[in-house]
């Protein structure tokens, strides 16, 4: 009995809670899936800016959205007067609201401006950086100058103006920035409260719907828009966010990636190095 010896050492241990099941690596906090479950440790962060759950339907909304822009930009082309849809919810006039309304119209308008817009994207940015969510930070700036830069486009290409040749109006910019700030910061919530794919594409659609009609309503409300031109706007933004989103964190990844790559090369030459110098 006392000369029996264990072969427990010799054993192979089955990978613990705490290793990777495939390749038997520690696994850390910062390295774990939403779900808490083992992944296999790479260099990228855990959190992107898209969740992966919500990329096939946003990227289906998206797809949707783009045609939508498209369709009401034809249709409008070179117009100068409001269509029958927007006849049916309002005439554009300068004096659609009076106050107290008409004040808070010109507050949400001024946040579209670019002293505004420039302050809510300072405001959006220092909030993502002090929830250490750089993608996201990312996302706002490039996200909302994509988004602006493309319904700038439109409107040279559309032509179509209100209240005289100059001020062209498809699609909404206002608009189309305010929906592109509150997709970011839904996405933000979402990854926050660790919402699945239905409940997180549900509140950054809420979001977006909210602050794209709200800004909609201030720009038809001071004759600044036709309601289409809104459509047209809140559309374009749910058209360019989702893939900015996900090319945010694809460019993230492989640049985590070839971090990864060259500090674990690094790691093999050091041990090299150490191997022949004991051999020495």
């Not at 029958?84 to 004096?95: C, E, F, G, L």
């Not at 594409?201 to 036709?226: F, I, N, R």
């Amino acid at each position: 009995m006392g000369a029996h010896r264990s072969d427990e050492g010799s054993l192979p241990h089955p990978p613990s809670s705490s290793q990777d099941p495939e390749e038997g690596l520690p696994i850390t906090a910062e390295h774990r899936g939403p779900t808490g479950r083992g992944e296999r440790v790479t260099g990228r962060p855990a959190s992107a800016v898209l969740p992966a759950p919500l990329r096939g339907r946003l990227g289906l909304v998206a797809a949707l959205a783009a045609p939508v822009v498209a369709v009401i930009g034809v249709l409008y082309a070179g117009h100068s007067r409001p269509g029958r849809v927007d006849r049916w919810v309002i005439r554009p006039t300068a004096d659609s609201v009076r106050p107290p309304w008409r004040y808070v119209a010109l507050a949400l308008d001024f946040l579209g401006e670019p002293v505004g817009a420039v302050m809510l994207v300072v405001a959006a940015v220092a909030g993502c950086l002090l929830l250490r969510r750089p993608r996201a930070a990312v996302l706002v700036v490039s996200g909302a100058a994509l988004t602006v830069g493309t319904a700038t486009l439109l409107k040279s290409l559309v032509g179509r103006t209100i209240h005289g040749d100059g001020n062209l109006s498809y699609p909404s910019g206002h608009t189309a920035f305010a929906t592109a700030l509150a997709f970011v910061v839904a996405l933000l919530a979402t990854d926050r409260l660790g919402l699945g794919r239905t409940a997180g594409t549900s509140l950054v659609l809420a979001a977006a719907l909210v602050a794209g009609a709200a800004m909609g309503w201030a720009q038809v409300a001071l004759g600044a828009h036709y309601p289409t031109d809104v459509l047209g706007g809140w559309c374009t933004a749910l058209a360019v966010m989702p893939p900015t989103a996900w090319l945010v964190d694809r460019t993230a990844d492989r640049r985590a990636d070839r971090t990864a790559d060259r500090r674990a090369d690094r790691m093999v030459d050091g041990t090299a190095d150490a191997g022949r110098r004991e051999h020495r």
